[in-house]
């Protein structure tokens, strides 16, 4: 015969297990967020982040406008203006999100 409290105690565990988890994730998130906020506000730290990301950003409009092909740059664009009412998409074809399911 199966023990009761047994089961029962298993059973709690299992069930606790998600949640202990979800704390576990939780907790962890924000102790890394005071500590990249405490490193954030060294000034020599900050003003190199922010320069890799302003050279990641201009890296990337080179390889945009340099780079990318014609017909790449073309679904770009229709993708924008399916983005935004009153543009003349006449010449883009439908787009995913546009597609009736």
Known sequence: ???RAKLKSCL?????????????????????????????EKQRV??????????TFFVWLLVFAFIATQDGGDRFTCAVKSLYSGFDSSECPEQPWQQKP
Not at 12 to 30: G, N
Not at 46 to 55: A, D, E, G, L, P
């Open 46 to 55: 900050s003003s190199f982040v922010k320069t890799i990301i302003i050279t």
């Open 1 to 3: 015969m199966v023990d």
């Open 12 to 40: 709690i565990a299992y069930l606790r297990q998600p949640f202990v988890m979800i704390v576990w994730f939780i907790e962890t998130f924000k102790k890394n967020r005071l500590r990249l906020k405490a490193f954030m």
